[in-house]
């Protein structure tokens, strides 16, 4: 293991990978700079590989602090808080922290802080109850025709608002068990209706080639199953793991969707546009879902430049969220005005394809509920009275 600097790692177990030798994507100068000055023994050929990334993940304070000035509110110890939620970061991702400002953006997204631990009212472990419309583990049927497949509970990244932490995390592997997916598959095959599977967890695409094939198989089997999508931050955190020999293997189970999650204009680099190019090359349409994160990307500007970029990448800008309620999220949520200003800022200032939907997964299971600002201010005998994008008031004769 390498290890200048003494960055600390936890081993990461991988299951056995029956691909070739490593097809990865570029590194850019950036990398290629970090790379030198904290993993000074470790190859191109090593950083490039996914699997030596995963298995280099930063995951104690000690190591992170060999790469970044951690303030005195940063990063927590287990002592203290023992069961929280852990830290995990990728080398690559860690690369592009800006290593002084603990209010720097990407920094925030993932570095743990003391606000994590204050509860305010209305939050929740579960705050979309997911737990309560799961028919079968790992199985979520929320919605008529489709569901929610959580094949793992294991991230490369850990997230600091993430809806899931109550189970993301507490597998400190990439091993799977596919035989726990049974149940949920026998599920899904008894339950004609549902014919849109979202794979998700944890990150899907933390699997290894062989293992993601076999389940992307079986669903593929089931007759009325029209449409597979994978929910991912991979791409962003991880880009390394979009190898050629994978996106290969999901050509063959088209149609494959993806959805990204994305955060910052500062996330798109020349890596992450390699990776998604890939998936895009092979007709994987990719959506993109945003976090309206206060003090991260909660202006104007910086939701316009993460949907153009996306827009540059391929990407359709799919949802901006407001933020789940978790227990100890306060810091990172916006009022529901804040996500209106940035529909507002966008709509008619831009291309349409670059607007989102800003919605609220309603708390309690109440499914996505779209938000709007308010276009339609009235209603006379004449028709709806209208406001276009500059503010202008416009009547439609609606007989
Ligand atoms: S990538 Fe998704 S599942 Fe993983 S920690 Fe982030 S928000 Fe949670």
Known sequence: METPLAVETEPVESEEISEPPLLTIGCSARSKEFMKRFYPEATLSQWNDWRWQLSHGITTANALSKIITLSPDECISP????GAFPLRITPYYASLIDPQDPAHSIRRTVVPTQDEFLSSPGECQDPLGEDDHSPVPGLVHRYPDRVLFLVTRFCSTFCRYCTRSRMVGRQSTTSSSPSRWSDAIEYIQNHPEVRDILISGGDPLTLPDDVLESLIRRLRR???????????????????????SLVKMLKKYHPIWMSLHITHPE????EMQEATARLADVGIPLGSQTVLLKGINDSVPVIKSLMHGLLRFRIKPYYLYQCDPITGSSHFRTPVSKGLEMIQGLRGHTSGYAVPTYAIDAPGGGGKVPLLPEYVIGRDKDGIILRNYEGKIFRYPDI
Do not use: S, Y
Not at 267 to 270: D, N, Q, W
């Open 79 to 82: 002592d203290v808080h023992p």
């Open 222 to 244: 089931i007759p009325h199953v029209e449409m597979i999508r994978i929910g991912t931050k991979v791409p962003v955190v991880l880009p390394q793991r979009i190898t050629l």
């Open 267 to 270: 996330e798109l680099t020349p």
